[in-house]
């Protein structure tokens, strides 16, 4: 009977080159969504003018580009800016463009921050996390043994207070 048996090398170059697709689509996905967004966003205002006869809101080019770590690795964003003019009346201060699908904080999609606990809950060291992390992600996912121990430390409290209700 005849098999094929792939080498390693080639498996190995082939499921790397599969993931960088992945990992591009992902942030051409995002990209799109975000640009979608930020072109909502204008249309709602497109009327709005100052003295001058200006718009108040005007696209402001993009941030700095900034890793994300997702499901399909860390992926580089560079999420579009506006240029919000308007005022609150009531406080004073400019309006803001806030995006709802990446808020400026944004560093790891909430699915990569549920796999944090049961990684811990299964016995994973805070120093084993990030070449463990490395392995699936592609990165580090920015999180250090000193990040793993205060999220750690996060979560046990969380559980202590979640044991402590009232039932």
């Known amino acids: 009977?005849?098999?094929?048996?792939?080498d390693e090398p080639v498996r190995d170059?082939?499921?790397?080159?599969?993931?960088?697709?992945?990992?591009?689509?992902a942030r051409r996905m995002l990209a799109a969504a975000l640009e979608a967004?930020?072109?909502?966003?204008?249309?709602?205002?497109?009327?709005?003018?100052?003295?001058?006869?200006r718009?108040?809101?005007?696209?402001?080019g993009h941030a700095r580009a900034?890793?994300?770590?997702?499901?399909?690795?860390?992926?580089?964003v560079a999420a579009p800016r506006v240029n919000d003019k308007r005022v609150d009346p009531v406080t004073g201060r400019r309006q803001r463009f806030r995006s709802a699908i990446l808020?400026?904080?944004?560093?790891?999609?909430?699915k990569v921050s549920e796999v944090l606990p049961l990684l811990y809950?299964?016995?994973?060291?805070?120093?084993?996390?990030?070449?463990?992390?490395?392995?699936?992600?592609?990165?580090?996912?920015?999180?250090?043994?000193?990040?793993i121990t205060r999220l750690t430390t996060d979560w046990q409290d969380e559980q202590r207070v979640f044991m402590l209700r009232d039932l």
Do not use: Q
């Open 13 to 25: 170059a082939f499921a790397a080159e599969l993931d960088e697709i992945v990992r591009e689509g």
């Open 66 to 76: 900034r890793a994300v770590t997702t499901a399909a690795g860390a992926i580089e």
């Open 121 to 147: 809950l299964h016995g994973l060291s805070s120093g084993d996390f990030a070449p463990a992390l490395e392995e699936f992600f592609g990165s580090k996912a920015g999180l250090s043994a000193s990040v």
């Open 37 to 53: 967004e930020v072109e909502g966003y204008l249309a709602g205002f497109a009327d709005e003018r100052d003295e001058r006869g």
């Open 55 to 60: 718009h108040l809101v005007v696209r402001n």
């Open 103 to 110: 808020p400026p904080w944004c560093r790891k999609s909430p």
């Open 1 to 6: 009977m005849l098999r094929v048996v792939a």
